[in-house]
Nanobody, 124 residues
C-alpha cells in the first residue's frame, strides 16, 4: 500500500507559478512510477506528467510541455510538479498517482494509488 498526500495548490493569476508536492508513505517510494493528473469541473480526468523510478524518464501532456516540470526526490519520498506560465485552462483538481510499472504512463487506468487531490485555480 502507498499513501499519497498532495499539497501546494491555490489561487494564482494567469502567468503565475505554483509548485505542487506529493508526499508518499508506505512501500519504498523509489519502486514507483509517479504521475500527475488533473480534473476540471465537468471534464474527465486527464494526464499531465509522469516520471520514472529514478527520474530518468519524464512524460508530459503536449499542452504543458515547456511550462510544467515533474521531478522527484526519492530520499524525501516526494514528487513535485513545478507549474509556470499558468493559464486559466490549467484550473483543475490535481492528483498524484503511483504505480509499480505502468505500461502506458499517461493512462490513469494504469495507476493503483491516488491522492486526494489539490485545487489549482488560475484567474484571468
Amino acid at each position: 500500500q502507498v499513501q499519497l498526500v498532495e499539497s501546494g495548490g491555490g489561487l494564482v493569476q494567469a502567468g503565475g507559478s505554483l509548485r505542487l508536492s506529493c508526499a508518499a508513505s508506505g512501500r519504498p517510494f523509489s519502486s514507483y512510477y509517479m504521475g500527475w493528473f488533473r480534473q476540471a469541473p465537468g471534464k474527465e480526468r486527464e494526464f499531465v506528467a509522469a516520471i520514472s523510478w529514478n527520474g530518468g524518464r519524464t512524460y508530459y501532456k503536449d499542452s504543458v510541455k515547456g511550462r510544467f516540470t515533474i521531478s522527484r526526490t526519492n530520499a524525501k519520498n516526494t514528487v513535485y510538479l513545478q507549474m509556470n506560465s499558468l493559464k486559466p485552462e490549467d484550473t483543475a483538481v490535481y492528483y498524484c498517482a503511483a504505480d509499480l510499472l505502468p505500461q502506458h504512463p499517461d493512462g490513469s487506468y494504469e495507476y493503483d494509488y491516488w491522492g486526494q487531490g489539490t485545487q489549482v485555480t488560475v484567474s484571468s
